[in-house]
């Protein structure tokens, strides 16, 4: 069972959250204090940090910025408001995995902490669990960027997201409705192209042999 650490000071959301998960077989320790979760972060034994901005004590960024600072490789999904998504990510300078617009749906957190969770169970023994690699292809989570073989590209927010699920599932088919759902979740227009667009863009920056289309059914990472 997955051991969540929820740091949130908005008791309306805290307990949204804890009931959610814990309906879901997850196990959480919740704290409204920032130097609490950082403590518990650097120390205690956790999968998965939920970090808000706002908090008790030290903010968010300084939490993060602390913890990886300690050296802490604890994946962390960042809340923070729709309309400050840009100056968060700028904020966080990399040292976050994931972030999520509030309000969010329970259904949403749940697949973005599943696909963390998967991610850091699927890397290889001695390796770095902020590397995601299959392949020639490698993703670093942390410095958000990706490699095919020497070359490095730097990957929008987007870019990274989908190129990061189509890692984590390779050799699978993906529907684009289950692209949609996993890298825009409720932000998206069923009806957009938007899913054509950003793999354009990845065969673009990372060769056309990587991400195959599969007619009528979705795209597969090629292994
Ligand atoms: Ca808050």
């Given at each position: ?48 940090m939920?970090?808000?901005i ?20 604890l ?61 020639d ?87």
């Open positions: 069972m997955a051991r969540i650490l929820l740091a949130e000071d908005e008791p309306r959301i805290s307990s949204f959250v804890t009931r959610g998960l814990e309906a879901h077989e997850f196990t959480v320790s919740a704290t409204a204090d920032g130097q609490e979760a950082l403590n518990w972060g650097l120390f205690g034994e956790f999968d998965l939920v970090l808000d706002g908090l008790v004590g030290i903010d968010g960024f300084e939490v993060l910025r602390r913890l990886r600072g300690g050296g802490s490789d994946p962390v999904i960042v809340l923070t408001a729709r309309d400050s998504v840009a100056d968060t990510v700028a904020g966080l300078e990399g040292g976050a995995d994931d972030y999520m617009a509030k309000p969010f749906s329970l259904d949403e957190l749940l697949a973005r902490i599943r696909l963390r969770l998967r991610q850091r169970a699927t890397v290889p023994e001695g390796g770095s669990a902020t590397v995601l690699v299959v392949g292809v490698s993703l670093d989570i942390r410095a958000r960027t990706a490699n095919r073989g020497e070359v490095t590209v730097e990957l929008s927010s987007r870019e990274f997201s989908l190129l990061e699920m189509l890692l984590s599932h390779a050799g699978q088919v993906l529907s684009r409705e289950q692209i949609l759902s996993g890298v825009w979740g409720y932000d998206y227009d069923p009806g957009s192209n938007v899913v054509e667009v950003y793999v354009r863009n990845l065969r673009r920056k990372l060769g056309d042999d990587l991400i195959e289309t599969v007619r009528g059914m979705g795209y597969r990472l090629r292994v």
